[in-house]
């Protein structure tokens, strides 16, 4: 290690040695980071206290502006006594749990499947990037054509075991698990790609090991594999859980939050409340309290986050 | 620390976003006096399926008008998205659309808010004389016209001409006969199903539980629009007999999931004997293109027997409305006047099943001797929907998310009532989202 | 030496792993060139009789796709500059740099790159109206950057963290400054890192539909997915239309996309987690 001060040491002991320039790096590194974090608080850290503001006031909309009055509580009070809130809520909350625990379950399924695979393994990868890649709402239209009850595919191919022509969107069950087949499509690949990462990092004589104690594979599997995958399981979860929770997309095409409004996720029923019923006030609302309970899953899963900070700081 | 640094991130961001609105606020484009000017006209396509009334009103206008052109802009599909894209543009001061179509419902939302131009104070007040006074007054909120009537809606009952003649069946007046009727056809393997209409989680669910209520001898709202009218003891009847219709295979399942033109293409494609749909599905049910053409009746909407005679039908409709943040207001105000002008509504009625808003058009004769839709709509009692309430959006989807689960299952007809009116109750009073 | 057997059950699974990844894709293609009666006839059919181009003339000349396309293209290339030119300078800063309150910083940057959009859309709105900013492409394009950004510094961050310092140490010898160092000699060896950020923000961005859908849904501004989400006709859906504008839309971030596959690969691996 040089004494130079510039170049960026990497063990604790550059770091906090005194020689060289130590303040012209600590401001070059100020001046580096904050157009960046000047951004994102502009941009999202100031527009969420803004809407916390806004859902505890009237917005009075007109064509030259805005204002609020009437400081109160009264949104939250529509919000937290409306069904169609609590609906929204238990279907935001059951789907990103259905979900997610679908969307593992298959993704190391199929993460288990790339990593035996020698030929073809690229074409494969690459496949499965493609879903990923996809505009959402065009994979929504896709479906919503492929469900559709007259002339679908999946409409008639589940005809042909069925007394009647089934409507897949036409109840609150069917329409959830369209929504569900819809998400696990492009979403699957992209969790298996992850996984593979993790499985990759296995040292193979962990495994020679366990089969020269007899250890089937159904076994060294539980036993050995899914436990030396758990951080990477976990990142993945993570990430899944906090974006499923934002689903917006694909019932906005797909069922537009139907039947009744039973497939209407909490993101969906805040854009309406605002932009359909112009109630700014309460829309806020909603976004706001979705923002708070993504927040205190945040601080729960706080610890994870520190972990991939300095798991990485580490290395 | 981190604390201290954001906050003084924000105050630096808040100077930032007012440097940005200084530079960038002013960047209003100005009108070009001189050559013809463009205004855009959002609206779906409509009047006949292979004749679509966009193109040749747009097409004679510029003939008549060569300093304007008119540029259409296709709306979305569904009434509710169209009216949520067309909020967030308006609300967001976008100059285009200049002229768009929209729902009769919309006009006092739309007013209060300030999406439209009170096109009322823009023009002679002659020039509502020639429109029904109702309508005109559907159109405007606080006493200014916000909209100009383009065409004028309501329900009817289409039917199957050849089927009802083959079983020397006669033109049914109630749904019960509707019903029966159904039963008859789908035995004889004739048709699948026997109505088809508009069960789906939007706006036009709304149009029918309104109309079936009116049936039924109740309706959403009392007469005064102060309360729920959902209890009154037709109505349960009314609901039970709507979901039976689904229940007992005369409308096919998938009705939770139809709007317009999916209960139109059962009709068209030869699955469904009976259509409640528009005025318009009569002229694109005989077009070339649909499976039935040539053998398409149409009659006033049935009353139910549990009823009181009430051939209840829903008025709907599309006004225009001008952007009020158009650069093209008078052009806009040229457009709009010209699309409900007496030579282009007459222009319109010969080439679709579209009903004239102009009085002297709509009641001229040799404009009834074209229209069956217009003879036919002198049985239907119009009923329209509680629209003058500032709530009535969430009127409407309490309305239509609580029928459209009891009609896929979830809820029965007695608690579809009970929920009904406590969600309309909450919504006149402002209290749902 | 055991012989691979063809029938493998590794073999049958990705077989049944590719139909089902590509079915749904072929039916986009083969529905984009199915005449519309062809579109609704029962049972489906597994190819055209009468092969079409006719919507994908529909497509770009009745409705205004290649609008949406340039909108997108435009919108999501400018976005994707943003964040890799500040990505690249904050991420090397919290890498390589000495800084009080990294941690913090770092753990807020992850917890916003998952933070619901619906959570913000409100107030954004409402301060775009207030400084004109609806319906333009800076009205999407700066909040696109400061979505992204955190999860595109993320990454550059943890590709620094790798790359060895020997280099920067002589360019430093040789008295370059820091941001010549960075552009000199980092750029040069974070250009994975540079290129999995970059298509990782390029494909949110083409992708992103809620505020896009909100603060841009005038005709003129609207990107491919608002415009296909909004596309109507009164009397059906225009399924063969949406998916012939659907083909072409795809078609530049699936090329993107398998081009630099192993960059989207490398960057899936390396930590950073993002759909």
């Known amino acids: 290690m040089t004494a130079h001060a510039w170049p960026p040491g990497r063990t604790r002991a550059a770091r906090t040695r005194p020689g060289g320039r130590p303040p012209r790096r600590s401001r070059v590194a100020w001046w580096y980071t904050a157009p960046t974090l000047l951004v994102v608080a502009l941009v999202t850290i100031f527009p969420i206290g803004f809407s916390v503001v806004m859902s505890f006031s009237r917005v009075e909309l007109s064509s030259s502006g805005f204002s609020f009055t009437d400081w109160s509580t009264d949104n939250y009070a529509a919000v937290l006594q409306s069904p169609v809130w609590r609906e929204a809520l238990v279907f935001t909350v059951l789907y990103t749990l259905v979900s997610v625990a679908v969307e593992l379950v298959l993704g190391v399924l199929v993460a288990l499947v790339l990593e035996r695979l020698t030929a073809a393994r690229g074409w494969l990868m690459a496949l499965l990037l493609i879903p990923w890649a996809m505009i959402t709402v065009i994979s929504a239209q896709l479906w919503s054509y492929i469900f559709n009850s007259a002339y679908g595919a999946a409409s008639w191919l589940l005809g042909l075991f069925t007394d009647e022509p089934p409507v897949i969107l036409g109840t609150p069950a069917s329409a959830f698990s369209a929504i569900l087949v819809a998400d696990v499509w492009k979403t699957t690949p992209f969790v298996a790609i992850i996984v593979l990462a993790g499985l990759v990092t296995i040292d193979r004589s962990v495994y020679e090991a366990a089969e020269m104690d007899g250890s089937g594979p159904w076994s060294t599997f539980w036993r050995i ?40 996720p909490l993101a969906l029923l805040g854009w309406r409340v605002m932009f359909q019923n112009l109630n700014m006030g309460a829309g806020a609302a909603v976004a706001a309290s979705t923002a708070l309970i993504v927040f205190l899953a945040c601080l729960l899963c706080l610890r994870a986050f520190r972990a991939q900070v300095g798991e990485e700081e580490v290395r | 620390m981190v604390w201290r640094s954001q906050r003084a991130v924000t105050v630096i961001a808040a100077g930032l976003a007012l440097g940005l609105t200084a530079a960038c606020g002013s960047g209003g484009g100005s009108a070009d006096d001189d050559g013809p000017v463009t205004i855009t006209w959002q609206a779906a396509p409509f009047g006949d399926r292979s004749d679509d009334a966009r193109h040749y009103l747009v097409d004679a206008f510029e003939r008549e008008h060569p300093g304007i052109d008119v540029e259409v802009v296709s ?23 200049d002229v768009y179509n929209g729902d009769v419902s919309w006009a006092a939302q739309f007013a209060s808010a300030g999406l439209a131009l009170p096109i009322g104070d823009h023009v002679a007040a002659g020039f509502w004389d020639k429109f029904d006074p109702a309508t005109v007054a559907g159109a405007s909120f606080e006493g200014t016209a916000y909209g100009v009537p383009l065409t004028l809606d309501q329900s009817f009952l289409y039917y199957r001409e050849d089927l ?243 009609l896929s299952g979830s809820l029965s007809a007695s608690e579809a009532v009970r929920r009904l009116a406590s969600d309309i109750e909450a919504a006149l009073a402002g209290r749902r989202l | 030496m055991r012989r691979r057997r063809v029938f493998s059950p590794v073999h049958l699974g990705a077989f049944v792993i590719a139909l089902l990844v590509a079915l749904p894709l072929y039916w986009l293609a083969v529905s984009s060139l199915k005449p519309g009666a062809e579109l609704g006839s029962l049972p489906p059919r597994l190819w055209p009789q009468n092969p079409t181009t006719e919507h994908y003339t529909e497509a770009f000349a009745d409705y205004n796709f290649a609008r949406y396309m340039l909108n997108s293209l435009l919108v999501a290339t400018v976005s994707t500059a943003g964040v890799l030119a500040l990505s690249l300078f904050s991420g090397y800063a919290l890498a390589r740099l000495p800084m009080r309150g990294k941690r913090p910083i770092l753990v807020g940057l992850l917890m916003i790159s998952v933070f619901p959009t619906v959570s913000v859309i409100t107030p954004l709105y409402l301060i775009e109206r207030e400084i004109g900013w609806l319906n333009s492409y800076q009205g999407l394009i700066v ?35 820091p941001t010549r160092t960075v552009l000199q000699i980092i750029v040069p060896q974070a250009l994975p890192g540079l290129f999995t950020a970059g298509v990782f923000t390029f494909t949110a961005t083409y992708t992103e539909f809620l505020m896009a859908l909100t603060f841009n849904s005038e005709d003129a501004f609207r990107t491919v997915p608002v415009g296909v989400a909004l596309f109507g006709a009164e009397f059906e859906v225009p399924y063969g239309t949406i998916f012939a504008g659907s083909m072409a839309a795809i078609l530049p971030v699936v090329i993107l996309v398998l081009v630099f596959r192993r960059a989207v690969v490398s960057g899936l691996t390396s930590g950073a987690v993002k759909g």
């Not at chain 2, 709306?75 to 659309?97: K, M, W």
């Not at chain 2, 069946?169 to 749904?175: I, K």
């Not at chain 2, 528009?278 to 077009?287: E, I, L, P, V």
Request: hydrophobic share 40%; charged share 15%; with cysteine.
């Open chain 2, 75 to 97: 709306a979305p599909t569904n009434v509710d998205t169209n009216r949520a894209s067309l909020a967030t543009q308006i609300l967001g001061q976008a100059s285009t659309p």
């Open chain 1, 225 to 264: 594999t899914l436990p030396l995958l758990r951080t990477t399981l976990a990142i993945a979860v993570l990430f899944r859980v906090l974006q499923a929770f934002g689903i917006f997309d694909l019932p906005f095409v797909l069922t537009s939050g139907g039947p009744g409004t039973s497939t209407q």
């Open chain 2, 164 to 406: 009802l003649e083959k079983h020397g069946l006669p033109v049914p007046t109630t749904w019960e006969e509707v019903a029966e009727q159904s039963e008859i056809l789908r035995e004889a393997g004739d048709v699948d199903y026997g109505v088809a209409w508009q069960g789906a989680s939007y706006e036009g669910l709304t149009c029918v539980v309104n109309e079936f209520l009116a049936a039924g001898g109740g309706g959403l709202v009392t007469a005064d629009g102060s309360r729920p009218d959902v209890a009154a003891p037709g109505s349960r009847g009314a609901l039970e007999f709507l979901g039976g219709l689904i229940d007992d295979g005369v409308s096919p399942r998938a009705t939770t999931t139809y709007q317009e033109p999916q209960a139109l293409q059962a009709f068209t494609g030869g699955q469904a004997a009976f259509l409640r749909n528009w005025s318009y599905a009569y002229d694109t049910a005989n077009a070339a293109g649909s499976g039935v053409a040539g053998r398409v009746g149409v009659t006033a909407m049935p009353a139910l027997e549990q009823g009181d005679g009430t051939r209840a039908s829903t008025v709907g409709g599309w006004n225009v409305y001008i952007n009020p943040h158009t650069r093209q207001q008078e052009a806009a105000l040229t457009f709009v006047q010209w699309l409900t002008g007496a030579e282009t509504q007459r222009l319109m009625a010969e080439r679709s099943s579209t009903i004239p808003t102009v009085d002297s058009v709509r009641n001229a004769p040799e404009v009834r001797e074209l229209s069956p839709v217009l003879r036919a709509s002198a049985d239907n009692d119009l009923v329209s929907r509680p629209t003058t309430s500032p709530y009535y959006t969430q009127v409407s989807q309490a309305t239509y998310t609580t029928v459209n689960s009891m």
């Open chain 3, 143 to 177: 909040p696109y950057i400061a979505f992204h950004l955190p999860f595109a510094v993320w990454i550059m961050r943890n590709y620094l963290l790798r790359i060895p310092a020997e280099m920067e140490e002589s360019a430093t010898v040789d008295g370059a400054g």
